[in-house]
């Protein structure tokens, strides 16, 4: 994977992801965007919560890009995130839709992770990749509400 | 590191702060991205986010937890918007939580936490747990409304 923003470029295989199903040539509208919003969380500086949170570091940027690149190739149906930058100086990528919310939080060395909650009370938060229902359910589930 | 340092496991202070109180936070524009159909920014759960553990402990506090102003204190000191101290309004927004929401579930609490210059300071934490979990996040971010939007903005600026 080419490098991305400064930093390290990461392979895939240093992003723990379940097995996506599927795939498309075009990658949706969305992920340009997706990408200069990750972009512009490297201007945030130290504090910038006024509460002590950490600068987003460009390596993190590079993870969280990796990823997002992943979901958009291969889970191509998936809405867009909304990118947040976390306290901890990590990246959230965030889907809300119908009664579905998944949160996947990418840091700058510990593998991401992921909290979903669904209407029905099923809520999980944990690593990515050791969610009982997959990743890409979650997404189809949100895209399809 | 202050050698003074917060009691842990952190109380819950269910008559300083009452379940009819109210409490303020301070809303960075960074965490404001998306908005609800009459386009005012939506509080989600990453403006209810803890201080990172090393920020805890260099203000004395053995456990992560969130930072928040108690209401009847503040009204004391200029009401909510003293909360701001001399963070610009054009950057940071105000929240206001109900106190009853955030105990709804017994999984967190508020303790009274006052700092210099900030008598009404407290802090919400996980009862029983290290860290406030994701789920709590969410939870607080359900017990919010905006009492201030961050001053001169646009919608367009969260979308």
Redesign the interface.
């Known amino acids: 994977m080419a490098a991305y923003y400064g930093g390290e470029s990461l392979s895939d295989s240093d992003i723990v992801v379940p097995k996506l199903e599927g795939g498309r040539s075009e990658p949706p509208t969305w992920l340009e965007d997706a990408r200069r919003?990750l972009r512009d969380l490297v201007m945030?500086e130290t504090g910038?919560?006024?509460?002590?949170?950490?600068a987003v570091e460009p390596t993190t940027i590079d993870r969280a890009n990796a990823l997002i690149k992943r979901i958009a190739a291969e889970a191509y149906f998936a809405p867009q995130p909304?990118?947040?930058?976390?306290?901890?100086g990590g990246v959230?990528l965030?889907w809300?839709r119908g009664g579905t919310?998944i949160?996947v939080?990418v840091d700058a060395e510990s593998p991401p992770?992921l909290?979903y909650?669904q209407t029905e009370g099923t809520?999980w938060?944990g690593t990515l990749g050791e969610e009982p229902k997959p990743l890409i359910k979650l997404l189809w589930e949100a895209a399809t509400f | 590191m202050p050698e003074w340092r917060w009691p842990a496991p952190y109380t819950d202070h269910l008559e300083l702060i009452p379940d009819e109180e109210l409490l303020y936070r301070r809303i960075s524009r960074a965490w404001l991205k998306e908005v609800d159909s009459e386009g005012v920014p939506i509080l989600d759960s990453q403006a209810f986010q803890d201080l990172r553990l090393n920020d805890a402990n260099d203000k004395g506090y053995e456990l992560r937890c969130m930072s928040v102003g108690i209401g009847h204190i503040l009204n004391d000191h200029g009401g909510p918007p003293a909360i701001l101290g001399g963070h610009p309004a054009t950057n940071y927004g105000v929240a206001e939580l109900r106190v009853a929401c955030i105990r709804e579930s017994g999984q967190q609490g508020i303790m009274a936490a006052p700092e210099d210059g900030e008598p009404w300071h407290a802090v919400v934490f996980a009862v029983g747990r290290e860290r406030r979990s994701k789920a709590m996040e969410k939870a607080a971010a359900r017990c919010a409304t905006w009492w201030q939007l961050p001053s001169e903005t646009d919608p367009d600026d969260f979308t």
Do not use: C, F, M, N
């Open positions: 919003e945030l910038w919560d006024s509460y002590g949170a950490l909304t990118i947040v930058p976390s306290t901890e959230r965030q809300t919310y949160l939080q992770t909290y909650e809520s938060e």
